[in-house]
């Protein structure tokens, strides 16, 4: 993962030496510039990103130094940690009632696994998670779900999606927590191939009525900047409070990763780094900026 973006930050920081001039850190960030755009990080963010580097690094300040060099790096990481963070990973579960966490994504983003991981996780600290099966579209949804479940030792609600809808099927599920003595429930929504005003209207319903304590969308890595299109899209649709990037153990090159929050404002919480129900990690800024650096 971010590769390119990495060899391009080593080649060009690693060619600053000494006697630095305000035309080389130019030249170079502009190398750094491309090498973003390579890797599908959005034009407006690299631009701005690379600009605000140079700003920094030409004051005389660091010009006039002993070890330029190094203060560039500096803040090229700080940079790199501003475009990312600051984020805020905790989810509150109280004692005495439910909280609702609305999972919603596009089809294949990885949401009904990002679900089973995301309840395994906050089981082990200590919650008492009930999954909910609220997508009615994918048939084979909802028994993903339930054997995700049976996985981790999580009840999963369901009905037939013949009789029922996503939104009763919600309700009930709120209720059917409260009597079994569940203080968290995980709604895994329908997804659809592409962003479309159906989706948008059920999960908007969900959300009137259930009132999430947190609404998260699920974002397939790999899926560049279609996956930061797709966030403004249900950001302006439901106030997301973050996002999940998934398969970031595959070769993705990192793009939407270092644009999704500057685009759309809203942070990146978790990530998932394997198919496994074990593989999903909080996302810290500066964790991955070191990581980018190399
Ligand atoms: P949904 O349609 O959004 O509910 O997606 P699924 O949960 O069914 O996941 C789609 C595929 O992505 C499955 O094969 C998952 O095993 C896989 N997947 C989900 N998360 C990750 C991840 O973090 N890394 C990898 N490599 N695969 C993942």
């Known amino acids: 993962m971010f590769e390119g973006i990495t060899n391009a930050l080593t080649d060009v920081l690693g060619s600053f030496r000494g006697q630095l001039t305000e035309s080389n850190i130019r030249d170079g960030m502009g190398k750094v510039r491309n090498a973003l755009l390579e890797?599908?990080?959005?034009y407006d963010v690299a631009k701005?990103?690379?600009?605000?580097?140079?700003?920094?690094?030409?004051?005389?300040?660091?010009?006039?130094?002993?070890?330029?060099?190094?203060?560039i790096v500096g803040i090229v990481f700080q940079e790199l940690v501003n475009l990312m963070g600051p984020v805020d990973h905790s989810i509150e579960?109280?004692?005495?009632?439910?909280?609702?966490?609305?999972?919603?994504?596009?089809?294949?983003?990885?949401?009904?696994?990002?679900?089973?991981?995301?309840?395994r996780m906050l089981k082990e600290q200590g919650a008492k998670p009930m999954l909910v099966a609220a997508d009615l579209q994918r048939p084979a949804a909802i028994e993903q779900l339930k054997v995700i479940g049976e996985q981790i030792g999580v009840p999963v609600y369901s009905e037939d999606p013949a009789k029922s809808n996503p939104v009763q099927v919600c309700?009930?599920?709120?209720?059917?927590?409260?009597q079994q003595g569940c203080n968290l429930l995980i709604l895994d929504t329908a997804g659809r191939l592409h962003v479309d005003d159906a989706l948008m209207k059920e999960l908007q319903e969900i959300d009137n009525k259930l009132m999430p304590h947190q609404c998260l969308l699920v974002c397939d890595a790999m899926t560049g900047q279609d996956a930061v299109k797709s966030a403004a899209a249900f950001n302006e649709?439901?106030?997301?409070?973050?996002?999940?990037?998934?398969?970031?153990?595959?070769?993705?090159?990192?793009?939407?990763?270092?644009?999704?929050?500057e685009v759309t404002g809203v942070p990146i919480k978790f990530v998932g780094m394997g198919e496994q129900l074990d593989k999903l990690e909080p996302f810290h800024a500066d964790r991955m900026a070191q990581r980018i650096l190399g």
């Open 39 to 42: 890797a599908d990080v959005a």
């Open 48 to 71: 701005a990103f690379c600009d605000r580097v140079v700003e920094e690094a030409v004051g005389e300040k660091v010009l006039k130094s002993l070890r330029p060099e190094q203060q």
């Open 93 to 119: 579960v109280r004692r005495g009632e439910t909280t609702v966490l609305m999972m919603c994504g596009l089809q294949g983003s990885g949401k009904t696994t990002t679900c089973g991981k995301l309840a």
């Open 171 to 178: 309700v009930n599920g709120r209720k059917a927590a409260g």
């Open 237 to 261: 649709a439901l106030e997301l409070d973050g996002v999940i990037f998934t398969k970031l153990d595959g070769d993705t090159r990192g793009g939407a990763v270092l644009s999704v929050k």
